[in-house]
């Protein structure tokens, strides 16, 4: 009982203190990352018109190492949808939202429960909810400990995949995947997708460091944003775990060869 009454309060409190910081407004006083040759559309092309909802942008836009390039306007990454806006609301229906994939724990979706857009389906993909309770507790403030954990956790796997299944079968419209502040958890899902499809490891990096930028955190600032060293940890785990990030694709989140071909296929041209 006190283990989840503490549970409980840490996860609360990080969930208010994530959305809280990162509420400051929409002008941010962050230089965004260096841009590398293979990034297409600029930080204002990517951000998505959605008030209320904090770092939502385009996962789009990245050119592949075999020259393809990742469809914008088909999947969308962004914080929790609990004070989205009713403009931001009808702007994602307008994209025809199929999926609204939520990978926060049970205590975090009930302080904020998402506001779930008119024709989409609330998925929850909970990745670090069976996670040692150490691991939980330090959801906050995103250390490498978290980061593994999205390997390591039982039923993380499961949850990373079922997005990315849901991404290969919407045939008709569009998908978004966020955590509570769109970043740490969110940003292991867009890495892994980016990867998957073929970007290049700095331009994936890139594409997690511009949570700082849309969160306006100062470098190191892993509480309100994020520092590459967490992502390094994830990676490395992935390795450890499965031998490396093709054995992690194959053998941890269960992808096949066509389930690959068909994301490919779905998210490149």
Same mark, same amino acid.
Request: one cysteine or more; glycine letters at 10%.
């Given at each position: 009982?006190?283990?989840?009454?503490?549970?409980?309060?840490?996860?609360?409190?990080?969930?208010?203190?994530?959305?809280?910081?990162?509420?400051?407004?929409?002008?941010?006083?962050?230089?965004?990352?260096?841009?590398?040759?293979?990034?297409?559309?600029?930080?204002?092309?990517?951000?998505? !018109?959605? !008030?209320?909802?904090?770092?939502?942008?385009?996962?789009?836009?990245?050119?592949?190492?075999?020259?393809?390039?990742?469809?914008?306007?088909?999947?969308?990454?962004?914080?929790?949808?609990?004070?989205?806006?009713?403009?931001?609301?009808?702007?994602?229906?307008?994209?025809?939202?199929?999926?609204?994939?939520?990978?926060?724990?049970?205590?975090?979706?009930?302080?904020?429960?998402?506001?779930? $857009?008119?024709?989409?389906?609330?998925?929850?993909?909970?990745?670090?909810?069976?996670?040692?309770?150490?691991?939980?507790?330090?959801?906050?403030?995103?250390?490498?400990?978290?980061?593994?954990?999205?390997?390591?956790? $039982?039923?993380?796997?499961?949850?990373?995949?079922?997005?990315?299944?849901?991404?290969?079968?919407?045939?008709?419209?569009?998908?978004?995947?966020?955590?509570?502040?769109?970043?740490?958890?969110?940003?292991?899902?867009?890495?892994?997708?980016?990867?998957?499809?073929?970007?290049?490891?700095?331009?994936?990096?890139?594409?997690?460091?511009?949570?700082?930028?849309?969160?306006?955190?100062? $470098?190191?600032?892993?509480?309100?944003?994020?520092?590459?060293?967490?992502?390094?940890?994830?990676?490395?785990?992935?390795?450890?775990?499965?031998?490396?990030?093709?054995?992690?694709?194959?053998?941890?989140?269960?992808?096949?060869?066509?389930?690959?071909?068909?994301?490919?296929?779905?998210?490149?041209?």
């Amino acid at each position: 009982m006190l283990r989840s009454r503490g549970l409980r309060l840490a996860l609360s409190f990080s969930a208010a203190v994530a959305v809280s910081i990162g509420a400051a407004g929409t002008a941010s006083a962050v230089e965004a990352p260096t841009p590398t040759s293979a990034v297409v559309i600029g930080v204002d092309e990517r951000a998505l !018109p959605l !008030p209320g909802v904090e770092n939502a942008r385009d996962t789009g836009g990245y050119r592949t190492t075999d020259g393809k390039t990742v469809r914008t306007g088909l999947v969308f990454r962004t914080g929790e949808l609990g004070k989205a806006s009713d403009q931001a609301l009808s702007w994602l229906t307008d994209h025809n939202l199929r999926f609204d994939e939520d990978l926060r724990t049970s205590y975090e979706i009930a302080m904020s429960p998402d506001r779930v $857009p008119a024709g989409a389906v609330f998925h929850n993909e909970d990745v670090i909810g069976q996670a040692p309770p150490q691991v939980v507790l330090s959801t906050f403030s995103a250390g490498t400990d978290l980061y593994r954990a999205f390997i390591t956790t $039982p039923g993380a796997n499961q949850g990373f995949a079922q997005i990315l299944r849901d991404i290969i079968d919407t045939t008709d419209g569009t998908v978004l995947f966020h955590c509570t502040a769109g970043k740490d958890r969110t940003g292991w899902m867009a890495a892994v997708m980016l990867t998957i499809l073929g970007v290049d490891r700095d331009t994936v990096y890139y594409d997690y460091l511009l949570s700082n930028y849309y969160r306006n955190a100062a $470098p190191g600032d892993a509480l309100n944003g994020v520092v590459s060293s967490a992502l390094d940890a994830a990676f490395d785990q992935a390795n450890q775990s499965y031998g490396s990030f093709d054995g992690y694709v194959h053998n941890g989140l269960g992808l096949s060869d066509s389930d690959i071909a068909a994301l490919k296929a779905k998210m490149l041209s």
